[in-house]
């Protein structure tokens, strides 16, 4: 059975990634409500697609949780991750606020509000590298939020079978959990 949550993205901030030095998009009016529609425009080279690819890089990021082994991140969310000093968006998620972030160095898992989810990259000395998970209790409430729409007690599953599909506007997404 297929559960469809509606996940609507509210402010992408980013530093640093590519032609985006340091940026918020809000996609809220001066109520705070979510616009319908948010139409991307600009030059050759001022950052659209960039905007795109992390909005699905932070997406993808809501399928990684305690256990997942970080060494199996694929190359294209590698490839946008690690030339961005920090992203993060905010979404409501079946109008429950959260948010995603991605930073290139470490943080302390004091500095991570409920709700947050997150992963860093951070290279040592002597070239080693690695992926940190910045992890909390978001897929935990993702999985509440399923299961309360089956009308079931908490879902056992994580998500890594959590897929993405863009719906109507660049900026509503609908999640598939299988």
Same mark, same amino acid.
């Given at each position: 059975? #297929? ?9 992408? $901030? %980013? ?6 030095? =340091? ?5 809220? =009016? ?17 950052? &659209? ?10 997406? @993808?990021?809501? &399928? ?11 190359? $294209? ?7 961005? @000093?920090?992203?993060?968006? #905010? ?40 992926w940190h998970l910045q992890y909390s209790d978001i897929s935990d409430k993702l999985s509440q939020l399923i299961s309360l729409?089956?009308?079931? #007690?908490?879902?056992?599953?994580? *998500?890594?079978?959590?897929? *993405? ?7 509503? %997404? ?5």
């Amino acid at each position: 059975m #297929e559960i469809i949550m509606q996940i609507k993205i509210s402010s992408l $901030r %980013v530093k640093n990634c590519g032609a985006l030095k =340091d940026i918020k998009i809000d996609l809220t =009016d001066t109520t705070g409500q979510l616009q319908p529609v948010t139409v991307l425009g600009g030059a050759n080279g001022s950052g &659209k697609t960039t905007v795109l690819e992390l909005i699905f890089a932070l997406a @993808e990021l809501l &399928k990684f949780y305690s256990t997942t082994d970080l060494a199996s991140i694929d190359n $294209r969310l590698q490839a946008i991750l690690k030339r961005t @000093e920090y992203a993060q968006m #905010e979404w409501l998620i079946d109008n429950v606020k959260c948010r995603v972030f991605f930073k290139k160095s470490q943080i302390s898992t004091a500095d991570i509000d409920h709700g947050e989810h997150g992963i860093t990259w951070q290279a040592f000395y002597s070239n080693t590298r690695a992926w940190h998970l910045q992890y909390s209790d978001i897929s935990d409430k993702l999985s509440q939020l399923i299961s309360l729409s089956q009308g079931k #007690e908490l879902c056992s599953s994580r *998500f890594s079978d959590l897929m *993405f599909v863009v719906c109507s506007s660049p900026f509503v %997404v609908v999640a598939l959990a299988t």
